[in-house]
């Protein structure tokens, strides 16, 4: 099957590609190791905080499902550098990281996204056309683009 978006990754940034692309109504396919582990968030799972807050409250705006996620799996929510004035003052929410994975994964069913299990090793390019991904075990993915998330 030819795709129209093939992401490659199923973290965070994979999963809000996957999410929007597949909002285009477009073809798309997420290839990730392990699909098990997709939205998977690392030892300290804090969605939020001085940088990303600002990230997350434009994902949201643009129809993004990380803050879904958070929001549904939030087990502590603070406001950090609340004495120091609402410039520099940002959200920052601790979420369960088993659930918080749960969720996305739920989320991302939401729209017709296609889980592929595989590695990623290289792009598949012919005549300086990108034509798809080639996995570890020798698959060909067609696709028309390819974001490496």
Same mark, same amino acid.
């Given at each position: ?24 109504? +477009?073809?798309?396919? *997420?290839?990730? #190791?392990?699909?098990?582990? #997709? ?7 804090? +969605? ?10 434009? *994902?949201?705006?643009?129809?993004? *499902? ?8 939030? /087990? ?30 739920? /989320? ?7 889980? /592929? ?23 060909? #993915? ?8």
């Amino acid at each position: 099957m030819r795709y129209d978006v093939v992401v490659v990754g199923g973290g965070h940034a994979g999963l809000e590609a996957a999410w929007a692309a597949a909002a285009l109504g +477009v073809r798309v396919a *997420l290839v990730t #190791i392990n699909p098990e582990r #997709i939205g998977m968030m690392p030892c300290n799972p804090a +969605v939020g905080g001085p940088g990303k807050s600002q990230l997350v409250a434009e *994902l949201t705006a643009l129809g993004g *499902l990380m803050g879904r996620a958070a929001d549904a799996t939030a /087990i502590h929510t603070r406001v950090l550098n609340r004495s120091k004035g609402p410039a520099v003052q940002s959200l920052r929410v601790q979420v369960d990281r088993d659930l918080y994975a749960l969720k996305a994964q739920e /989320i991302l069913a939401e729209r017709p996204v296609e889980v /592929i299990r595989g590695e990623v090793v290289s792009l598949f390019v012919e005549g300086g056309r990108l034509l798809g991904v080639r996995t570890v075990d020798g698959r060909e #993915i067609p696709a028309k683009a390819v974001v490496v998330a």
